[in-house]
């Protein structure tokens, strides 16, 4: 006798995968708030001695998860819910002809920490929080981390490295494009 997979079976296999799974299922965004931040200059940027020949600029990002039960004014039963420290930074790092990777100097380094909080609205299967934790909180996040970025470091006059949009780890992240054909715009005629 074949074993049919239960339709709870098939979901749980159907979520698993990346592709898949609704994150609006099991957790409904209530806030993101800045927690904490700091911009530390290492050394002095000098203009005219600090360009994008011998200056790259590296990044970290870290998600801290934690599951509390919270009182929820006007409402009389307790909620559970995700709480996420999104950990980013960029830093810029001179290096000079003669120094290795290792050797270059840091010239400024941006830290930031944001709180993104979720109710959890259904509990999902272990894969599925990771792969929330790791994608979508970042995902959440990104747009603010951008802006803080450009506010904090023009007003410092500190040089602006390009933040994209967040594209996770997909097969299209980061790859270069060519344009070979347009096939509908606003400015094209339409057949009638």
């Known amino acids: 006798m074949v074993h049919k997979p239960s339709k709870s079976e098939r979901q749980e296999k159907k979520e698993g995968n990346r592709a898949f799974y609704d994150a609006t299922r099991y957790f409904y965004l209530n806030d993101i708030s800045l927690w904490e931040c700091t911009l530390k200059r290492d050394h002095e940027y000098r203009w005219g001695e600090h360009t994008s020949d011998n200056c790259f600029t590296q990044t970290f990002k870290s998600v801290v998860p934690e599951i509390v039960e919270a009182e929820v004014k006007d409402d009389d039963e ?43 609205l259904d509990t999902p299967s272990e894969k599925i929080f990771q792969h929330f934790v790791d994608f979508n909180c970042i995902h959440n996040v990104w747009p603010f981390w951008r802006q803080h970025v450009f506010e904090t470091l023009k007003s410092a006059s500190l040089p602006v ?15 270069k494009v060519q344009i070979t054909r347009v096939l509908a715009s606003p400015d094209m005629p339409t057949s009638e």
């Open 78 to 120: 307790k909620k559970l819910m995700l709480r996420a420290l999104v950990k980013l930074g960029v830093r810029m790092v001179h290096k000079a002809d003669t120094q290795t990777e290792e050797d270059a100097k840091s010239i400024y380094t941006l830290e930031t920490t944001f709180l993104a909080d979720y109710f959890i």
């Open 161 to 175: 490295p390009s933040v994209p949009l967040f594209a996770g780890r997909g097969k299209f992240r980061g790859r």
